[in-house]
């Protein structure tokens, strides 16, 4: 089953901070961030683990709750970089060498 | 730092041609993972091989196969190309490490258009 990202879009200026939401209906083993711009291929950001931990580089953190099988990005303070689509990919718990992407969520930072 | 190669970058055919696309993984990485991607639309999974194994297998049509080769290289062999095929393809590759501890770095795609 595909996860729900939330929200679809959102339009930020710089140095706002935004959040962006990953559920699934199914017990999750891994969530993977990534961020793709127009045309190009995903950037890897960061992984998650069950076990609810919760991770960061630079302005860019994320977290993973377990019990909701929800996982959390935090970008704060952001940047014109920031703009792109990101997707969460999650791996099932059992499952093999799998991503499962959301819809995606469109960032778009103004200056 | 090495990534993921993938070629053609850009490959136009008719319908019901046949199209090759190639993927050379990360250097030492172990698996290769295959993802179509239609216009505004998420990466959707097709196929992964480890150590030259298919390893799992998602919504790849039956005209389409796969293959690692012994350099674990990948080849995505397309047959009877139909106006839907039309999408970028991505390959990804990582090194096995536990699951979901595996990172997977994409390449920059081939854009497959269909005529």
């Known amino acids: 089953q595909q996860p729900v990202q939330s929200p679809q879009a959102v339009i930020l200026r710089e140095g706002e901070d935004a959040v962006i939401n990953c559920s699934s209906s199914?017990?999750?083993?891994?969530v993977h961030w990534y961020r793709q711009k127009h045309g190009e291929a995903p950037v890897f950001l960061m992984i998650?683990?069950?076990?609810?931990e919760q991770k960061g580089h630079d302005k860019i953190s994320a977290s993973f709750n377990e019990k909701k099988q929800q996982s959390s990005l935090y970008l704060t303070a952001s940047q014109l970089s920031y703009s792109g689509t990101y997707f969460c990919?999650?791996?099932?718990?059992?499952?093999?060498?799998?991503?499962?992407f959301g819809s995606g969520t469109q960032l778009t930072v103004l200056p | 730092a090495a990534g993921v190669i993938q070629s053609p970058r850009h490959l136009i055919k008719e319908k019901r041609e046949t199209a090759t696309l190639k993927c050379y993984p990360i250097?030492?990485?172990?698996?290769v993972y295959w993802y179509q991607q239609g216009p505004g639309q998420d990466p959707q999974f097709l196929i992964s091989?480890?150590?030259?194994?298919?390893?799992d297998k998602g919504s790849i049509p039956d005209r389409f196969s796969a293959q690692q080769f012994s350099d674990y290289h990948s080849e995505l062999n397309m047959s009877s190309l139909e106006l839907g095929d039309s999408a970028l393809y991505f390959c990804?590759?990582?090194?096995?490490?536990?699951?979901?501890?595996?990172?997977?770095?994409f390449g920059p795609g081939t854009r497959l258009l269909v005529l």
């Open positions: 990804a590759s990582s090194l096995a490490g536990g699951w979901g501890q595996e990172t997977q770095y």
């Open positions: 199914k017990a999750l083993y891994s």
């Open positions: 998650l683990l069950k076990g609810g």
């Open positions: 990919g999650t791996e099932f718990s059992g499952s093999a060498r799998q991503l499962t």
């Open positions: 250097p030492r990485h172990d698996t």
């Open positions: 091989f480890y150590e030259k194994m298919q390893s």
